[in-house]
Nanobody, 123 residues
C-alpha cells in the first residue's frame, strides 16, 4: 500500500487550499484515512480523519469548521479542503491509512503513511 500526498503550497492568511492523498494497493476502499500535520519543532498532531465508508469524520478542534475531509467516489483518494487558513496552520501535512482504528487521533493506530506535503501560510 502506498500513499501519495499533494496540493501543498504557499498561501496567505485567509486563503484556501486543497490537499489530496491517493492510496494505491490492495483493497484500498477498506482503509480509514487521516491527515496529520507537523510544524517545525513540534510533535505530529491530528487534523482530520474519515472512515472507510465516508460516513464518519472527525476533526481537531483547531480546524473544525474550517477544514473538510472527504473521499472521492472511487474511495482511493482523500481530500482535505482547508479554508480560512491561518499562519498557525503552517506545517508538513501527512496522510495516513489504517484498517482497525479505534482512535482516529492516535498516529500509531495507522498502518501506512504518505511522504508529506508542505503548507505555508503567510500573515
Amino acid at each position: 500500500v502506498q500513499l501519495q500526498a499533494s496540493g501543498g503550497g504557499l498561501v496567505q492568511a485567509g486563503d484556501s487550499l486543497r490537499l489530496s492523498c491517493t492510496i494505491s494497493g490492495r483493497t484500498v476502499s477498506t482503509y480509514a484515512m487521516g491527515w496529520f500535520r507537523q510544524a517545525p519543532g513540534k510533535e505530529r498532531e491530528f487534523v482530520a480523519a474519515i472512515s472507510w465508508s465516508g460516513g464518519t469524520t472527525e476533526y481537531a478542534r483547531s480546524v473544525e469548521g474550517r477544514f473538510t475531509i472527504s473521499r472521492g467516489n472511487a474511495r482511493n483518494t482523500v481530500y482535505l479542503q482547508m479554508n480560512s487558513l491561518k499562519p498557525d496552520d503552517t506545517a508538513v501535512y501527512f496522510c495516513a491509512a489504517g484498517i482497525s482504528i479505534r482512535n482516529y487521533g492516535v498516529p500509531s493506530q495507522y498502518d501506512y503513511w504518505g511522504q508529506g506535503t508542505l503548507v505555508t501560510v503567510s500573515s
